[in-house]
């Protein structure tokens, strides 16, 4: 039987689901290394972690204000804009998007460099109303933690603990919808691009790099590894030379639709491909109900007319195929549009999300996120960047046939 005790470091994720509008919800958060004296736990979780076995996964179902503040409805404000610094919003504030809470300005405790967001829920005139209530205030969540390596510290020295519920907490909730509403990612020149120049010419030049490193590679295929199944017909969209689909899977197919034509032929899991410019022709060129599944891996933010690519793979897709948009926090600046770079990383989930749902052709809406594992010993980032590269998906289903 394995426990734990006060002495022991462990390797430990944090599974953090919840639910909003309909909208199922998953935060997964590696935590390396967790001190198990000094590291800060919510007290049920510590209590298993300390007491009881470690073999299987230990789940805590915690209610609006115990793992993060409570609401506080005078963490509502209703202000005038003139007590706003917009200078780090380009398009001036857009109701139901999050911003910096260092934006406000006469707000005892609030400094200028703070990043807390607050979310501009209501724009009125010449006033905005601000919510500075955490994303997660009201709601429900279920926590799992499983643990995976431990190890024995030689000595205790003190120095700083870590609160884990609290950084995984933080971004969580910030995909969602506002009352059910809309965000206005839409708005100004949010699809505008620094580089407006037709893609095939930028694509041009072979790039046989990778755009994540390894851990987030590995963490994208075991994903992929869930979502889709042997013997799928499988659209890999805007692909490259890799579809981080893992070799073992048996597909019936893999068909890669991207803008170089040699990364394509470099990639050894496509059975066909095409090259196509979908920001100049959106249209697909396969017949209704051609695949079981389909990919976007790390592209999403270079479509600029995002909705019109999700209806049609909705189209070709069969009743209740799947449709799996990943990225993370690495892109071609020229190339990405403009509203990618301002938002947070957990709104880009919900950017992502109203492609989905304003193209009206999709159901069982889910998002995942994958942080906080070390990054790779050897990696070219490992002297500058202690993390490695986040994992954010968005996944919908297409709707089932009725009768």
């Known amino acids: 039987m394995k426990t734990l005790s006060p002495c022991a470091l462990a390797d430990l994720t944090f599974d953090i689901t919840w639910e909003k509008d309909g909208i199922a919800h998953k935060e997964h958060y590696f935590a390396d290394q967790c001190n198990c004296w000094r590291d800060i736990f919510p007290e049920t979780l510590l209590e298993h972690i300390i007491n009881g076995t470690i073999e299987d996964?230990?789940?805590l179902k915690a209610n609006p204000g115990e793992l993060v503040p409570e609401y506080r409805?005078?963490?509502?404000?209703?202000l005038p804009k003139s007590r706003v610094d917009t200078f780090f919003a380009a398009d001036g504030l857009v109701r139901g998007r999050f911003y910096p809470q260092g934006m406000l300005t006469g707000f005892p405790g609030i400094f200028k460099a703070n990043i807390t967001p607050f979310r501009c829920v209501d724009i009125d005139g010449d006033c905005i109303r601000a919510d500075l209530n955490h994303p997660m205030?009201?709601?429900?969540?279920?926590?799992?933690?499983?643990?995976?390596?431990?190890?024995?510290k030689s000595e205790e020295r003190g120095g700083g603990c870590t609160n884990w519920i609290d950084i995984a907490l933080s971004g969580p909730g910030m995909q969602a919808r506002h009352n059910?509403?809309?965000?206005?990612?839409?708005?100004?020149?949010?699809?505008?691009?620094?580089?407006?120049?037709?893609?095939?010419?930028?694509?041009?030049?072979?790039?046989?790099?990778?755009?994540?490193?390894d851990t987030a590679r590995q963490n994208l295929s075991e994903l992929y590894?869930?979502?889709?199944r042997p013997g799928d017909a499988v659209l890999d969209l805007m692909a490259g030379w890799e579809s981080h689909i893992p070799g073992d899977l048996d597909l019936l197919s893999l068909h890669g639709l991207g803008l170089n034509g040699n990364e394509l032929m470099k990639n050894k899991q496509l059975t066909a491909h095409t090259v196509q410019d979908l920001n100049t022709d959106a249209r697909l060129s396969f017949k209704d109900e051609s695949f079981d599944a389909a990919i976007c891996s790390l592209s999403v933010e270079y479509l600029i007319d995002p909705v019109s690519i999700?209806?049609?793979?909705?189209?070709?897709?069969?009743?209740?195929?799947?449709?799996?948009?990943?990225?993370?926090?690495r892109w071609f600046p020229e190339k990405a549009i403009r509203i990618w770079k301002d938002l947070h990383a957990f709104e880009r989930m919900g950017l992502v999300l109203e492609y989905f749902l304003q193209s009206g052709r999709y159901e069982s809406l889910s998002t995942v996120s994958m942080r906080g594992y070390p990054r790779?010993?050897?990696?070219?980032?490992?002297?500058?960047?202690?993390?490695?590269?986040?994992?954010y998906a968005v996944i919908g289903r297409t709707f089932k046939e009725v009768g």
Do not use: C, W
């Open 57 to 59: 996964p230990i789940s």
């Open 310 to 329: 999700f209806t049609e793979v909705a189209r070709v897709l069969k009743p209740g195929g799947i449709f799996a948009v990943t990225f993370s926090n």
């Open 180 to 213: 059910r509403e809309p965000t206005n990612f839409f708005s100004g020149k949010a699809f505008d691009r620094r580089d407006s120049r037709r893609d095939p010419r930028y694509y041009a030049r072979d790039r046989f790099v990778r755009h994540i490193d």
């Open 137 to 152: 205030a009201l709601i429900p969540m279920e926590v799992t933690l499983t643990v995976h390596a431990k190890s024995f």
């Open 376 to 391: 790779p010993y050897g990696d070219k980032y490992f002297s500058t960047m202690m993390f490695s590269d986040p994992v």
């Open 225 to 228: 590894q869930t979502l889709l």
């Open 73 to 78: 409805p005078d963490n509502v404000h209703f």
